[in-house]
């Protein structure tokens, strides 16, 4: 069975830092790509970061990047979240998801293969 287990959310001032885990069991890191997408409250969800399976390369949306640094540690079985720099618009729950498919990931697509429970980010001004 697939699992995704958050963690690392929490308040931060404008300006700080957090780093995100995602738990990662059930799955091959060969076969999904592994990534990040939030939602803010009343709003849609947004793609953030994402590993892909097939080039192991990073990809970011517009809005983090040169902020965030998605890595992960296969012997871990465990992917994180870097944000530096954070705004008060980074305020949102943080999935971890994985799909076959980057530009799903990208998009936060509604029918990701699977996705976790979520951690809160909340960013101060």
């Known amino acids: 069975e697939v699992q995704l287990v958050e963690s690392g959310g929490g308040l931060v001032q404008a300006g700080g830092s957090l780093r995100l885990s995602c738990a990662a069991s059930g799955f091959s890191f060969d076969d999904y790509s592994i990534g990040w997408f939030r939602q803010a409250p009343g709003k849609e969800r947004e793609g953030v970061a994402c590993i892909s399976s097939s080039d192991g390369n990073a990809y970011y949306v517009d809005s983090v990047k040169g902020r965030f640094t998605i890595s992960s540690d296969n012997a871990k079985n465990t992917v994180y979240l870097q944000m530096n720099s954070l705004k008060p618009e980074d305020t949102a729950v943080y999935h971890c998801?994985?799909?076959?498919?980057?530009?799903?990931?990208?998009?936060?697509?509604?029918?990701?293969?699977?996705w976790g429970q979520g951690t809160l980010v909340t960013v101060s001004s």
């Open positions: 998801a994985i799909d076959r498919a980057v530009a799903r990931l990208l998009d936060a697509d509604l029918y990701l293969e699977r």
